[in-house]
């Protein structure tokens, strides 16, 4: 127990210093993401992993959610993907769907 506790300590610090996390503009880190979220995928093998995932386990029509965007001083624009990603596993829990529907 003294462990865990000792590993969320250090990821803490880690996060909120930054360190290893780079920022990035790539849509596919935010699908890898989504697919862990998710329980699909736990470590990608291969780019673009999460998203067929993701795609794989979508079926029929959906109705698009309005993601919104903020400016900041510079007028970089930047989306906010929370709307994205709750409904999305609100979707899958309503479902019924378990962690490890897709199979690699």
Same mark, same amino acid.
């Given at each position: 127990?003294?462990?865990?506790?000792?590993?969320?300590?250090?990821?803490?610090?880690?996060?909120?210093?930054?360190?290893?996390? /780079?920022?990035?503009?790539? @849509?596919?880190? #935010?699908?890898? *993401?989504?697919?862990?979220? +998710?329980?699909?995928? &736990?470590? !990608?093998?291969?780019?673009?992993?999460?998203?067929?995932?993701?795609?794989?386990?979508?079926?029929?029509?959906?109705?698009?959610?309005?993601? /919104?965007?903020?400016?900041? @001083?510079?007028? #970089?624009?930047? *989306?906010?993907?929370?709307? +994205?990603?709750?409904? &999305?596993? !609100?979707?899958?829990?309503?479902?019924?769907?378990?962690?490890?529907?897709?199979?690699?």
């Amino acid at each position: 127990m003294a462990s865990d506790v000792r590993d969320m300590i250090l990821l803490k610090q880690a996060w909120t210093s930054g360190l290893n996390a /780079p920022q990035t503009s790539a @849509a596919g880190r #935010l699908f890898d *993401a989504a697919a862990h979220m +998710l329980g699909l995928l &736990d470590q !990608a093998s291969y780019e673009g992993q999460g998203g067929m995932y993701l795609e794989q386990i979508s079926a029929g029509e959906v109705d698009s959610i309005a993601l /919104p965007l903020h400016e900041d @001083a510079s007028g #970089l624009l930047t *989306a906010d993907w929370q709307l +994205l990603v709750a409904g &999305d596993a !609100a979707k899958r829990c309503a479902s019924g769907v378990e962690g490890d529907a897709v199979s690699p």
